[in-house]
């Protein structure tokens, strides 16, 4: 797993996901990107701050079961990267039990329990 974060308050910008098969980076369309839609309380980020982001996606059932590694990015207005996750997954119809995560990185992760397996 791979993390980075900003060090610069953030008011406005996007999410952006890759699924990462045999290296190479493949864009998943996310129906809504916009950063502030998700982030509570409100879209100003701290530095260092603990931040809670709710995102629900559904992945279709016609999608084939693979092992990926997903990067999701949080990037702020001129495209930095404000946090950078990358992470082994499988996708799946069947989504694992959900958990209460507790920070971001937690939320972020919950959500892709619901959408992927994780690998050993």
Known sequence: MEDCT???VIKSGKIVVHGII???PIPFSLPDNDLC???KPGCT???NAIEQMDYELFVKESYPSIHVTIKWE????TGGDVICIKF???LS???PPPQRPTTLFGHIRQLFKKWFHFGA
């Open 6 to 8: 900003g060090n610069e």
């Open 88 to 90: 082994p997954a499988q």
């Open 74 to 77: 949080l990037v702020d207005e």
């Open 93 to 95: 119809s069947t989504p």
């Open 22 to 24: 045999g290296g190479i």
């Open 37 to 39: 839609h998700f982030v």
């Open 45 to 47: 980020i701290q530095p």
